[in-house]
């Protein structure tokens, strides 16, 4: 079991350009577990051959797969979430929004399914150029616990990139030899305009 100040070191070796402290990747993160789900054996055994298929890369029988079990569990959103992560992958990145739409429908955005569904679509809208639209999506997962949407709050704050690229040219001048003073004085010129 590792201390809160040794994943902190750990982070910050993993994540150099993120500010001290800032978007710590926790696998102790607390994200609430979802409501119990009345999952059949069915259900739990489908939805396990759905994430093997797409981990061999048969995403169109993973996606089979799936469509079974939302039919058999309409009301779970995990079924929804799980599916929209293989319906990205198929590059159908619309019909993965309404799965995630409906997977935080009903988990009223709240537990890992929820917290995974902000996630995954707050990465579709950014990819997608809705940046307003995925930084409500990580501001509410992150609100949930997740570590991840922390992360993309801090990689998407302005100031951060700043920061981070000022920092970035720091370290690369010090590993270079090169006098990081004047690095620091070129990059608050350039900064203030």
Known sequence: MTTQNDREVLNSILNPNLPLGEGLFDPEEKVPEDKPEKD?????????????????????????????????????????NNRAQALRLA?????????????????????RSGSSALCQRGVLNRKEGRDDDALTDFKAAAAEGSGFAK????????????????LKNVFTSMADGRNTDEVMEKNLKTSSG
């Open 40 to 80: 059949d054996a069915k259900v739990k055994e489908l939805e396990s051959q759905a994430v093997k298929a797409a981990e061999a890369g048969d995403i169109k029988r993973a996606l089979q797969i799936f469509d079974q079990v939302v039919s058999l569990a309409p009301e779970r959103p995990s079924s929804y």
């Open 151 to 166: 992360s993309m709050l801090v990689e998407m704050n302005p100031y951060a990139a700043m920061c981070n690229a000022m």
């Open 91 to 111: 590059g159908r990145p619309d019909s993965a929004l309404k799965d995630l739409d409906k997977a935080i429908q009903l988990s009223e955005g709240k537990g």
